[in-house]
């Protein structure tokens, strides 16, 4: 039933209903089991933007008992791939090449974050494209920056 719709409309359709946005993130921390060593819940997926949460809590903390740094980039990795698995024309796909972050303050509380993206659809979006994801703690203070190069290349 669901398995010809984009996550950007999975999203929308799940979302309408109690606890689809939990149903919807646990289905990509299914195909994608990694991202379900965070916890995350995508709480926002739309044309041109994704939102997720992190709980702080035990198994994302480092050993000064604020979130790890990688738990932060897998964040920053889920969004990104949300947005631009569901922005892509279906003839392309994309991998992650790279990341650079930008540690600007400790992550004491639960998380957001964010990533703002509007591509002009008429351009050729093979090669590297990067997005910039923005991370939140609980009091909207900017704890992590993140630019994500993603490879995008045609189907095979």
Not at 122 to 135: C, I, K, T
Not at 147 to 155: K, L
Request: net charge positive; with cysteine; glycine share 6%.
């Amino acid at each position: 039933m669901f398995k010809n719709l984009t996550p950007l409309k999975l999203f929308a359709t799940l979302s309408r209903l109690p606890l689809g946005r939990e149903l919807f993130t646990r289905g990509v921390c299914r195909t994608a089991p990694y991202f379900g060593s965070i916890g995350p819940l995508v709480t926002d997926l739309r044309l041109g933007r994704c939102e997720a949460q992190l709980k702080k809590r035990r198994a994302v903390q480092n050993h000064i008992g604020t979130v790890h740094a990688i738990a932060m980039c897998n964040l920053c990795e889920l969004v990104g791939g949300l947005l631009i698995e569901s922005t892509l024309p279906r003839a392309l796909r994309w991998i992650p090449k790279g990341m650079t972050v930008r540690y600007l303050k400790k992550a004491a509380t639960d998380l957001h974050a964010v990533l703002e993206w509007t591509p002009n659809l008429a351009d050729d979006f093979r090669g590297d494209v990067v997005l910039e994801v923005q991370v939140f703690d609980k009091n909207a203070a900017l704890v992590m920056e993140a630019d994500i190069t993603m490879y995008v290349s045609p189907r095979h």
